[in-house]
């Protein structure tokens, strides 16, 4: 079982969390103006990362706060942890 | 024709005592059910200017801002959930209308306190084995080291979610487990199921009888 590091809570086990999917992806704004294959990409296509990849959990029977996680999925070790939303704050 | 109604906690299928369902024995693991306790599901942000001092004026307690932390006041305490969310448990024997009195002081406050006394069992489990029992359905390390006297945590409980908060009753180690009321029968029993070991032979836990 993996030790998951929440933001909030700390240190708890795998069964506690849920996995989210890659982290990052960004609903369209302009989404009336989308094509077929452009709206296809958003909702279906995901990466399939050897190595670290960006992750989204959910403390789902802990504190039910979603966050980023930094995994490499060939060893599943976790490399880093932040909250949702602290990557786009660091940017603007 | 009923003139009046008999309140049912959702142990009912485990017996009916009046003050609630116990099995055990202090001295090795006591499992015991705290019926209708009043629980109140506190929301508000913080840091927003004048939360936490109109809560603290409403129901005499601070919000615990460190997480899974308790505070506690005369007849409330204060459970941390997540970062702007906490479960504020009446501790006196008569019900204090908790999200009424939050309701009339946070009034313009972004905030909601709704009652959910009825959606949650309070089960206590006390005695030198009550952490062992615990410890089998739960992934939580519950050495006093790690988890002490202050402190609660929403985790695991086999397959079912639980709030946890150790207590001190009298210098005995005591937890406080608050689940759904859905999921309480499921819980006690498998908790009965736990204890079975500790309470040594001829004691069926809640099977025959009922
Ligand atoms: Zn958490």
């Given at each position: 079982m993996l030790v998951i590091r929440c933001p909030w809570c700390g240190e708890r086990a795998e069964t506690e969390f849920n996995y989210g999917g890659e982290a990052d992806i960004v609903r369209p704004t302009d989404a009336e103006h989308l094509s077929d294959r452009e709206w296809g990409d958003y909702v279906f296509m995901r990466k399939n990362t050897l190595g670290l990849h960006r992750e989204q959990w959910v403390h789902s029977h802990g504190c039910r706060r979603w966050f980023v996680a930094e995994r490499?999925?060939?060893?599943?070790?976790?490399?880093s942890y932040e909250k949702l939303g602290a990557h786009a704050m660091e940017k603007s | 024709m009923w003139t009046e109604l008999d309140q049912e906690t959702?142990?009912?299928?485990?017996g009916h005592p009046p003050g609630g369902f116990t099995h055990g024995q202090l001295g090795s693991v006591l499992l015991a059910e705290l019926p209708f306790v009043e629980l109140t599901n506190l929301r508000g942000e913080?840091?927003?200017?004048g939360f936490l001092a109109a809560v603290l004026d409403s129901i005499g307690s601070e919000l615990p801002t460190t997480p899974n932390t308790v505070a506690t006041s005369a007849d409330c305490c204060a459970m941390w959930l997540a970062p702007n969310e906490w479960l504020l448990r009446s501790t006196?024997?008569?019900?204090?209308d908790l999200a009424r009195r939050l309701d009339a002081a946070l009034g313009r406050q972004f905030f909601a306190a709704t009652d959910q006394s009825s959606g949650y069992s309070v089960i206590r489990l006390s005695g030198p084995h009550a952490r062992a029992v615990l410890a089998k359905g739960?992934?939580?390390?519950?050495?006093p080291r790690a988890f002490g006297v202050g402190q609660c945590a929403q985790t695991l409980h086999f397959k079912t979610s639980v709030l946890l908060r150790r207590l001190d009753l009298a210098g005995q180690e005591a937890w406080e487990v608050i689940v759904r009321r859905s999921f309480a029968d499921y819980a006690v029993r498998i908790m009965l199921d736990a204890m079975e070991e500790y309470l040594g032979p001829g004691v069926a836990p809640g099977s025959s009888s009922h």
């Open positions: 490499d999925t060939r060893t599943y070790q976790f490399k | 959702p142990l009912v299928g485990l913080p840091g927003s200017p006196g024997a008569q019900p204090t739960s992934p939580l390390d519950l050495h």
